[in-house]
Structures are given as C-alpha cells and as structure tokens.
C-alpha cells in the first residue's frame, strides 16, 4: 500500500510514521508531506530516507490512504482532493469530527460502522478517546446518564512549541511563548479557545464527540479541560451516574476483560495510573475505581493515556487495520 502521511514532521505526525513501523502496517511506499518550512528534510521508515513533499505534490501520488496531521484548516482543504483520488483519508484535526456525513471513529467501539464508501474518517480527540475506551463498555450495561470531567492535560497535546517552553522555562531560558502563561510550576484551565457559552473548544469536543460516538445525546456531560506542566499522557478525573445501580467489583471485572484497557487499582499500595508510566503505551489506563456517596448509581475513575499514541497516532493507524481487516480498502 501507499501510505501518506500529511504533517509528517509535527509531533503526532511523526508518532504516525512510528506507528506504522512498529504495527508492521503493509506500507510498500510511504509519501511523506508537510509545510513549505518542512520542505527538503527526510523521514526515515524502515531504514529508507524518503524526501518530505508539499501537499500539492502529494495528491498526484494517488496513495492508497492518507493520514492527516496537519490541522483543521489543511484538512478541510486537501482532503476532499485525496478523496476524490480515490484515498480513503483518515483525518486527526477536528474538521470532520461533527461532519453528519463523516464516521467518527474508534475501532473498538464502533469501528463496525465503517463501509467501503467512507472516504474522509474522523479520529476523535484524544480525551474523548480515552474517555470513552472506558465508559463504552460500561454504558450497555447500566446507562449512562451524566458524566462530569476533568482533564489534566500535558503540553505535548499543543505541539512542538508547547513542550519548548516548558523545556525553556525548566532550563531559565527566556523563549517563545505557546501559552499566555508560563506552564512551569503552573496549571492553565484553558485548553484551545473559549468559545462563546464560557467553555474552551476543547471542553466542547468532550461533549459533542461523546454523545455521537456512543451514540446517545441524551448524556449530560460537562468538562473543565486543564494544561498541566507534564510532557506527555493526558489524565482525567471522570465522575458518572448511571441509571442504575452498579457493582464496583463488577466494573473492575468488565475493564479488565476489554482490550486495549489496563486497570491500575490498588491505591493500599500505591498503584494507580500516572502519566510517567503511560509514555510510550497504547493501552488506557484507569484506576481509583470507586463509588460517589454523595450521588445515586455514580461513579469516580482516574483514566490516564499517552496522547500522542493510542489519543492520537495509534488510533487513527488502527482505523487503517480496522479498514484492511474488513476489505475495505
């Protein structure tokens, strides 16, 4: 297959290449495409240099499909193109995400509604992906009926110039500022932009993705989205009520038992999930499973991910097995 890979030179873009080496995805010709500013470096995949091109260039290549990393605005533009080519695009910025048209994808959850005419695939933001590999499988069984989120989220999840001015700030050095704030030593409750009813855009991805991934818009949700002075993995404090009443030695059960999960929940011993140990995992974390008293049928959950892997990179390369799997592509 040609594979290309658009923003390859961005952080979740070059996790994508990663990815892809390291899944063994059947890549016979990787294409490689980024900015002008990126134009004329290399990308190394499996031991082969290949040439970083303009998007422009990229299209004609007709690749097989498509990984996009390169913000709303290049997608919104370029990937209609590659689709018309007849690549299936599968899409990490939040251009397609509420698109009707478009499938909003986590293969474990609801890779299932994927046909062969879906062209433009939307990967969903990365709290909502980790959010959701947890409470997909427990809404089946008791209905969720509200869901409270906090999200403590590392820089990582802003780019490259976000984690120079942490690694700046660290080492004393007056540099470039990605936030209005220092993050060193800081936390900022302000993730993307404010919109207009006084949540960031990044709290609004919360909701709006949950309630069409599940499936369920009758889910209140509210989210307070936090950036934290980590460098990679993504956690969030997540409070559920449900419809009825549950058994926490039951939900441990069931997210022990569904892939792609890891229950880290002996805090009498000091173990429960933390970013320092989901770097470089695909797999979500989640402990300090326990029950709210101050509510009927709720639930607390600690959920930690790398968010540049399965948040990001691993679950759109997973959308591409998903489509091989099934002889879609």
Partial sequence: MKVAVVGVTGLVGQMMVNILEERNFPVTELIPIAS????????????????VIPVDEGISHCSDLALFSAGADISLKYAPQFAEKGTTVIDNSSAWRMDE???????????????????????????????LMILAPL????????????TYQSVSGTGISAIKQLENERAGIQGEMSYPYPIDKNCLPHCDHFTDNGYTREEMKLVNETHKILDDPGIRITATAVRVPVMVGHSESVNVEFDRDYDPVKIREVLSHTCGVTVVDDPQNNKYPMPIHSEGKDTIFVGRIRRDFSAN????????????????ATNAVQIGEYLLQHHLI
């Fill in 297 to 312: 049928n709720a639930l607390n959950l600690w959920i930690v991910a790398d968010n540049l892997r399965k948040g990001a």
């Fill in 139 to 150: 809404h089946p069984l008791y209905h969720i009926r509200r869901i409270v989120i906090s």
């Fill in 101 to 131: 048209g478009k499938k909003l994808i986590i293969p474990e959850i609801n890779g299932h509604l994927l046909t062969e005419n879906d062209k433009i695939i939307s990967n969903p933001n990365c709290s909502t992906i980790q959010l």
């Fill in 36 to 51: 002008e500013g990126s134009l004329g470096k290399e990308v190394r995949f499996r031991n082969k240099a290949s040439r």
